[in-house]
T-cell receptor, first 110, second 112 residues
Framework: GQQLNQSPQSMFIQEGEDVSMNCTSS?????WLWYKQDPGEGPVLLIA?????ELTSNGRLTAQFGITRKDSFLNISASIPSDVGIYFC??????????FGAGTTVTVRA | EPEVTQTPSHQVTQMGQEVILRCVPI?????FYWYRQILGQKVEFLVS????????KSEIFDDQFSVERPDGSNFTLKIRSTKLEDSAMYFC??????????FGDGTRLSIL
């Protein structure tokens, strides 16, 4: 099956800083997705990417679908306390399955 | 905004007992999924369901697991004889073709 490597595993950041995380895969995907999970809740979709090379923004979030279709990154600009949580990348080859990365835990120092 | 709803939020069951986890997907969605997340680990795919049949399943989804869409709104996951290692958060998700999956808030399953 597809192996996704997500890094960093965790990060402490200062409020106002920019954050960057990425995912690489052993095989290609047709769609890359980024989700955020807060404690006790399910993953919430942040950004969906459908084409190699695509760069998409959602407020302070920006994500890119790598040109090789085997990687993606997520940037958060000017972090705020509510950015705390676990961020997951997920790759999709067809309509039937998502493969998730191990997550990046973000903690913001006020 | 429509959402995926799951019940119960927490289920405690004795080892060896059967358990049914329930989900109401978003109403116009056609693809349905179950995932699990063991505490502190990543979300793992279990099974997808489309056109009234299983379309893909993982090696985790053995013959102790089954899914059913008993009517037009519910989607259930049954574990026939629970084991301690089945303790996890179980997430239901749904989507339409070409769109991203939307997840419920999960059922925490605790096996004693």
């Amino acid at each position: 099956g597809q192996q996704l490597n997500q890094s960093p595993q965790s990060m402490f950041i200062q409020e106002g800083e920019d954050v960057s995380m990425n995912c690489t895969s052993s095989s290609i995907f047709n769609t890359w997705l980024w989700y955020k999970q807060d404690p006790g809740e399910g993953p919430v979709l942040l950004i969906a990417l459908y084409k190699a090379g695509e760069l998409t923004s959602n407020g302070r979030l920006t994500a890119q679908f790598g040109i090789t279709r085997k990687d993606s990154f997520l940037n958060i600009s000017a972090s705020i306390p509510s950015d705390v949580g676990i961020y997951f990348c997920a790759g999709q080859l067809n309509d039937y399955k998502l493969s998730f990365g191990a997550g990046t835990t973000v903690t913001v120092r006020a | 905004e429509p959402e995926v709803t799951q019940t119960p939020s927490h289920q405690v069951t004795q080892m060896g007992q059967e358990v049914i986890l329930r989900c109401v997907p978003i109403s116009n969605h056609l693809y349905f999924y179950w995932y699990r997340q063991i505490l502190g680990q990543k979300v793992e795919f279990l099974v997808s369901f489309y056109n009234n049949e299983i379309s893909e399943k993982s090696e985790i989804f053995d013959d102790q697991f089954s899914v059913e869409r008993p009517d037009g709104s519910n989607f259930t996951l049954k574990i026939r004889s629970t084991k301690l290692e089945d303790s996890a958060m179980y997430f239901c998700a749904s989507k339409t073709g070409g769109q991203p999956q939307h997840f419920g808030d999960g059922t925490r399953l605790s096996i004693l």
